[in-house]
DNA sequence: ACTTACGGTAAGTAATGACTTACGAACAAG
DNA sequence: CTTGTTCGTAAGTCATTACTTACCGTAAGT
């Protein structure tokens, strides 16, 4: 599987993308992160490895904490994706549409 | 929902996205989009609907037949909500964090 | 060492969503 | 008006995935 396509899974659920949300307010532990959601603490963990292995999100270790972070060049390489991929074959897609 | 949240959810099916691909490719009828997939018709159909809610393909009636396209005003919307909001969001996370 | 706090993982359940078959509507052709 | 073609939708099944509870490992504090 390609990153994009991890990457467009990842985000294609709407607590994930609630916690990204979250995250963009700065890095936050499991703990911290799980107490502004309805679901269980296990449930944000499985969500955040789903983004972690879509390097989407990083984390690191602080004692018995483990501190999650957006990954702006995961972000970055998302959009770079939709710019070349997408504007590319779009632009061939209206070029032909238009030369009906 | 808003609009990024549907084509997002849209996207995150690779079924949807191998049906965006061959889109790609120009317009199609719902029959000649199936012929290339291991899956029934109406699952694609399905899948039209919700790429069509989604505002990610249009369709037109063609007598019997109903042609398919990509529609780039989808796009172009979720690439400037990828431009605008994630841009500034994660500039700003990026700040936040370098301040540390 | 013992205890408490924190979080990952395993295993099972529940809910969501992708799929199938069956059917009916709309149009074209004879 | 009948027949064939194309496609959407309804209803039900099956698979996936989101979730829970239970448990274990690790680190910090006493």
Redesign the interface.
């Known amino acids: 599987m390609t990153y994009e396509?991890a990457q467009?899974?990842a985000?294609?659920?709407?607590t994930r993308?609630a916690i990204l949300d979250h995250l963009?307010a700065?890095?936050m532990p499991v703990g911290k992160l799980a107490a502004d959601f309805p679901i269980s603490r296990p449930a944000i963990s499985q969500h955040l490895k789903i983004l972690k292995d879509a390097n989407l999100v990083t984390d690191r270790v602080d004692g018995t904490r483990r501190v999650y972070?957006?990954n702006?060049a995961g972000?970055?390489f998302?959009?770079d994706y939709?710019?070349r991929f997408?504007?590319h074959?779009?632009d061939?897609?209206?070029n032909?549409?238009e030369e009906q």
């Open positions: 396509q467009l899974d985000l294609g659920d709407g993308r963009l700065g890095p972070q957006i702006s972000f970055e998302l959009r939709f710019d997408w504007s074959a779009l061939a897609f209206k032909k549409v």
